[in-house]
């Protein structure tokens, strides 16, 4: 591991932008202290086991804490496999390196509370298991899906694997409610499975499934999610092409997972409808 | 576009390696005169156009080639979608970055006239058209299948799609000779496609097909391929267990689409067996 980790930039060579070749984690700070923080550590573990970057010392992750503003704030962590190797083969020792990002953070009450408009992306997800359910550097899929839209009312795109498998939406985790029963989509083949999630499997009893998307319609609530945001209320479902699909009223099933969701976070767990 | 372009490191908020967002390009070079230079822009204005990056002027990519050193020498051109957008969101402008890399090569001569050992790997390649064929920054499945082996006397490693198709080696691509006829994996799923492959697809009847890799045991003549290595004959082929699957004596087959590999890049065509 390079000495401390730092807010530098990063060199040339650096094997994070060659290849991708790294991982990262995005957590809420409140007043400094980390949400979820365990489940930050637990992921970049298992990411730095899967890619073979040593795991750093948690003192190490959690230097840069002392300097997060009062309120909400956000620390970005970025851990690459460092410098060197010869073309795509690592490093006999890797050496990896650090470096965070600390942003002030203002949550979207609004999206709590009247809940958000999604949308269909054409875009499907590559199958790979090997790095399925890890936060990793490799993100194209990612930024041409969230290139699909620009309008305002639409806060997130749901994507679907390569086999037509509903997975997630472009930086949150899908979950709804059929016949009483929470579902959310199984990660087994791509997707990131995000900390709020892993909080909620554990919390509640919660199905991991492989769906098409044509379930969400008959869905009596659906949600997306994620440790920085939170948990909003899908009010208004669109189709790829623009055509609505579906909308929901926001009421006690959504208050009721909000309320778990949010708790951890520090976000409020009461909306007075 | 970022004024110049430069081999300064990158900024920590660069989309490079904050999600692989963007491309690069590895060109030889000979006494500082670029190879296959208009192959290699065309891949990369077609990874600007999928990726909505705009594509630099012809000017400022050639830039680094006035320091190039005398002899052989590899050109890493990296193109990033620069800084910004919210998350995954690109930004409405953006301001592309460039950066560049210059090394001495010298190709290993030994692989031209012995061949090489390969195996294939574990690892299967997420099927992504969109991204296809195109030398974006997302290359973890490559560095994984990479370090799959280590042992000095095995050259490259194969790769197949996530359905078995066979796609190309970490960082070549893959051709051979059957029945009298050439062949190579289609890309329309996954892979790089090379420059030097599309050269040589230029300049011969060779076949794009979909094919298991069992085809391979059954080949006259198998190589790999790239704009920078040239064209290695394939002497040894093993399973991902490692035990061996073929033996191919190089012969005549070998050298002859070596010539038509090799003359371009201005590397040996006659080789005294």
């Given at each position: 591991m390079e000495a401390g980790?730092?807010?530098?930039?990063?060199?040339?060579?650096?094997?994070?932008?060659?290849y991708g070749d790294g991982l990262f984690e995005t957590v809420l700070l409140r007043d400094g202290?980390?949400?979820?923080?365990?489940?930050?550590?637990?992921?970049l573990a298992r990411g730095c086991e899967v890619l073979?970057?040593?795991?750093?010392?948690?003192?190490?992750?959690?230097?840069?804490?002392?300097?997060?503003?009062?309120?909400?704030?956000?620390?970005?962590?970025?851990?690459?496999?460092?410098s060197g190797g010869r073309g795509y083969a690592p490093p006999e020792t890797a050496l990896p390196r650090l470096r965070w990002q600390l942003s002030p953070f203002l949550?979207?009450?609004?999206?709590?509370?009247?809940?958000?408009?999604?949308?269909?992306c054409r875009?499907?997800?590559?199958?790979?298991?090997?790095?399925?359910?890890?936060?990793?550097?490799?993100?194209l899929e990612n930024v041409l899906a969230r290139g699909e839209w620009s309008d305002a009312d639409t806060a997130e795109g749901l994507l679907c694997d390569h086999e037509g498998r509903l997975v997630e939406a472009?930086?949150?985790?899908?979950?709804w409610q059929r016949g009483g029963r929470l579902e959310t989509p199984r990660l087994a083949?791509?997707?990131?499975?995000?900390?709020?999630?892993?909080?909620?499997?554990?919390?509640?009893?919660?199905?991991?499934?492989?769906?098409?998307?044509?379930?969400l319609v008959s869905a009596e609530a659906v949600w997306l999610g994620n440790s920085v945001q939170g948990l909003w209320p899908v009010a208004r479902l669109d189709a790829a092409g623009g055509e609505v699909l579906q909308r929901w009223s926001i009421g006690a099933d959504h208050r009721r997972?909000?309320?778990?969701?949010?708790?951890?976070?520090?976000?409020?767990?009461?909306?007075?409808?």
């Open positions: 980790g730092s807010t530098d930039g990063w060199p040339l060579d650096d094997r994070g932008v060659a202290a980390p949400r979820l923080w365990e489940a930050h550590l637990a992921r073979g970057i040593p795991m750093p010392a948690e003192r190490r992750l959690a230097a840069p804490l002392v300097d997060a503003p009062s309120g909400f704030s956000v620390l970005k962590l970025m851990l690459t496999r460092g949550p979207d009450h609004a999206r709590w509370t009247v809940g958000v408009g999604v949308r269909h875009m499907r997800l590559g199958i790979q298991p090997v790095l399925a359910g890890l936060k990793h550097l490799n993100r472009t930086c949150m985790n899908l979950f083949r791509c997707g990131v499975a995000g900390t709020l999630r892993a909080e909620l499997l554990e919390r509640l009893p919660i199905e991991e499934v492989d769906v098409v998307p044509d379930v997972l909000q309320a778990v969701a949010h708790e951890p976070l520090g976000y409020p767990t009461r909306f007075d409808d």
